[in-house]
């Protein structure tokens, strides 16, 4: 797609302020919406929505399914808005740390919360507001209804992975499923609610974000969790043996300095797929197009071809490549959202395996990848990375959320590079962010892309996360303090200058 050349900021829903722990779809992201506004930018992106887990090390991108919404999100203020619901129904606020999520006693005191809303509705809600829960189960059944009872299974399994579930469950035999619904139907319920509380605050969200000529970017993880409600309801789109284990799983080969990366999510039987003119990619892109205007693929790599590690195998140099769908993919989603192919709306992450076939797939759509002024080689003066370089059919960052910081990146530089850092984009580094953002915004390409964190000018120690590691990730938070009028007033000048 031909983006307008426009500019924007990335800030998780997590990250956002909030008064209960953690970012959610109320007063936060509307002051948040609002800064944008006033910092002339047009895009807002973030990481995946769906519910995390502490398992998973809190990651988005490990997620109990694709379709659902994180209930966490869910804001008990606009909650208090609703006839059948107020403030005298929220539990008594512990106390939360505006710069850090704790996810654990967030997830505790949101369950609660929303587990009184719940009781609330059941006894106070009127008709019209009882058949709209009604509709969006009927409308999203599909997903939802095997998304909650696999909620409700795990709570009764004591949060135990669905391939240690007992077997009739774990295989998912009709007669055990329908003895399951019934013996839970109150806990499916319950996660079948949460989640039309989410879809109806974020339809909000959305169309305030819009009223402010705000466009959002959400992110499409081209793989799953093994533990998700994804796999469990649907193992045929997954390269699975006869046990309902991964055959495979998905990573990165060795590279030069590395030894690769073992990601142990399952990959996918596209041939099983393409058979089914893949309905359940479809039904997925479709439902994340419900929600933003921009879809960012992670690992668009994997949709030319991906690398698939033996299940049982510990070393990613035990993978081989493998094809993957390719442009018969992006033909079915043209059609499916009645686009010409070269019109969809998505973006596509080609950092790392950058070959002749991701760029020929990505160039056959009209797909922009992604350049990071991180990966410049300073001294250099043909770098893809610097900004001076990037083509048009480009989204350019200062840093996302899996780098460090800008400013962190510039303190870790050696002094060559930072000499010629100071050199290409003529500063002396004093305030290294700006120069960044005003390097990035003044390129060819055609969306710059800025962090919250370097808005702020802030350094490591407010690194969003850092791959290969398991704790301390996906916790930073902004105050709406921080989101003064000087820093939108200096961004704003960037982007009027710069044409965006």
């Known amino acids: 797609m031909r983006f307008d050349r426009q500019s924007g900021v990335f800030a998780h829903v997590a990250s956002l302020p909030g008064p209960h722990g953690i970012g959610d779809l109320g007063s936060g992201a509307r002051a948040f919406v609002d800064f944008l506004r006033d910092a002339g930018q047009s895009l807002w992106q973030f990481c995946p929505l769906g519910p995390t887990s502490g398992a998973h090390g809190n990651s988005p991108y490990q997620s109990y399914s694709a379709f659902a919404g994180e209930p966490t999100f ?62 969006f189960r009927e409308r999203e059944a599909g997903w939802v209804e095997d998304y909650a009872l696999f909620r409700a299974c795990k709570a009764e399994f004591d949060g135990a992975a669905w391939a240690d579930w007992p077997e009739p469950i774990r295989t998912r035999e009709p007669a055990a499923l329908d003895r399951q619904r019934e013996a839970l139907a109150d806990d499916v319920a319950f996660n079948a609610f949460r989640q039309w509380l989410f879809d109806e605050q974020w339809r909000d969200l959305r169309a305030y974000a819009a009223d402010r000529e705000v466009s959002l970017v959400g992110d499409l993880p081209i793989y799953v969790a093994l533990d998700s409600a994804d796999v469990w309801a649907t193992p045929a789109a997954f390269d699975l043996g006869p046990d309902r284990q991964p055959a495979a799983v998905a990573g990165v080969p060795p590279n030069p300095g590395d030894d690769g990366q073992r990601w142990g999510n399952p990959v996918y039987d596209w041939d099983h797929l393409r058979e089914t ?17 921009i879809a960012r693929i992670d690992h668009f790599k994997g949709f030319d071809e991906f690398w698939a590690i033996p299940a049982d195998a510990e070393s990613p140099a035990a993978g081989e490549w493998r094809d993957g769908p390719g442009a018969d993919f992006f033909e079915a989603v043209a059609d499916d959202l009645d686009l010409p192919p070269e019109d969809l709306p998505f973006v596509a992450e080609d950092l790392g395996f950058i070959d002749e076939g991701v760029v020929a797939l990505r160039d056959r759509f009209s797909i922009p990848g992604m350049r990071v002024p991180q990966y410049a080689d300073w001294c250099s003066e043909d770098s893809r990375d610097k900004p001076v370089n990037y083509p048009r059919d480009a989204v350019a960052y200062t840093s996302t959320h899996d780098t460090d910081t800008a400013v962190g990146y510039y303190e870790s530089l050696g002094d060559e590079q930072r000499d010629c850092l100071h050199y290409a984009l003529a500063t002396d580094g004093s305030e290294i962010h700006w120069s960044l953002i005003e390097a990035v915004w003044d390129s060819e390409a055609s969306i710059a892309m800025t962090t919250m964190q370097d808005l702020l000018g802030l350094g490591s120690d407010a690194r969003f996360n850092t791959p290969g590691t398991a704790e301390g990730n996906w916790r930073w938070r902004v105050t709406e303090a921080a989101l003064t009028d000087d820093v939108a007033t200096e961004l704003a000048g960037i982007t009027t200058a710069t044409l965006r």
């Open 74 to 135: 869910v804001s008990l203020e606009r909650l208090a808005e609703r006839p059948w619901f107020d403030d005298a129904d929220v539990p008594d606020d512990p106390g939360f740390d505006s710069h850090r999520v704790a996810y654990d006693r967030v997830r505790e005191f949101k369950r609660e919360a929303l587990r009184t809303a719940f009781e609330c509705f059941r006894e106070r809600a009127a008709d019209d507001e009882r058949e709209r829960f009604a509709g």
């Open 277 to 293: 003119g893949y309905e359940w990619w479809l039904d997925r892109v479709r439902r994340l197009l419900s929600r933003v205007d």
